[in-house]
């Protein structure tokens, strides 16, 4: 069991440029949530997928982010046009649909928008 | 809708005291509940969970929690601290037989004097 990991585990980026985040969850997880913790705060719940679906968003989640996870396994979360605002580590989780929901997070991708 | 709240922001202790994190939920009905723990920059690990049944849940680390239905609480303890343990303390809540996407409180740093 190798966790749920994420790459790249930091980014800076310049304002105005995309960035794409990539999260592998623990092999036999069928969901996979994204979750963003700004400094201070507690994580806050983006989006999750159950397969290949994705079946919740926030409303945290402005047009300008985007998450697929086309084949059910991997998954990758977009911001385009980034902005200062959207300095923050975007963690991913991963857990199973059997039984009660245990979560697993990954290490999290700092984003620095400078 | 549910929350959590974590009243304390910052609590020091000295190493082999013992600790006390707090953690009060709103929910409708009882809720899973979670404590997950947080070292700088990294991912969150979860320490353990409440699905139902024995209020007194054990943990990884020595940690234990017990659940408290009329004070919708939910306080983490451990009865000798190591300087280890300094980190964030996160609770979460989550709703029974749904996806359970989780809800944070604040969080609680803990300092460890030797």
């Known amino acids: 069991d190798t966790g749920v990991s994420q790459d790249p585990r930091h980014k800076i980026t310049k304002r105005g440029q995309n960035v794409t985040f990539r999260c592998d969850p623990i092999?036999?997880?069928?969901?996979l949530y994204w979750y963003r913790q700004t400094l201070g705060q507690g994580p806050e719940f983006l989006t999750y997928f159950q397969n290949e679906a994705q079946l919740e968003k926030s409303r945290l989640l402005s047009d300008r982010f985007s998450a697929e996870r086309p084949k059910g396994s991997f998954s990758t979360l977009e911001i385009q046009r980034t902005e200062q605002g959207d300095s923050a580590m975007y963690l991913c989780a991963s857990s199973s649909s059997q039984g009660p929901n245990t979560i697993y997070f990954g290490e999290g991708s700092w984003l620095t928008v400078v | 809708a549910q929350s959590v709240t974590q009243p304390d922001i910052h609590i020091t202790v000295s190493e082999g005291a013992s600790l006390e994190l707090r953690c009060n939920y709103s929910y409708g009905a009882t809720p899973y509940l979670f404590w997950y723990v947080q070292s700088p920059g990294q991912g969150l690990q979860l320490l353990l969970k409440?699905?139902?049944?024995?209020?007194l849940v054990q943990g990884i680390k020595g940690f234990e929690a017990e659940f408290k239905r009329s004070q919708s609480s939910f306080n983490l303890r451990k009865p000798s601290v190591h300087w280890s343990d300094a980190a964030e303390y996160f609770c979460?809540?989550?709703?029974?037989?749904?996806?359970?996407?989780?809800?944070f409180g604040t969080g609680t740093r803990l300092q460890v004097t030797l």
């Open positions: 409440y699905f139902s049944g024995d209020t």
């Open positions: 979460a809540v989550g709703a029974p037989g749904t996806a359970s996407k989780l809800t």
């Open positions: 092999s036999e997880h069928n969901r």
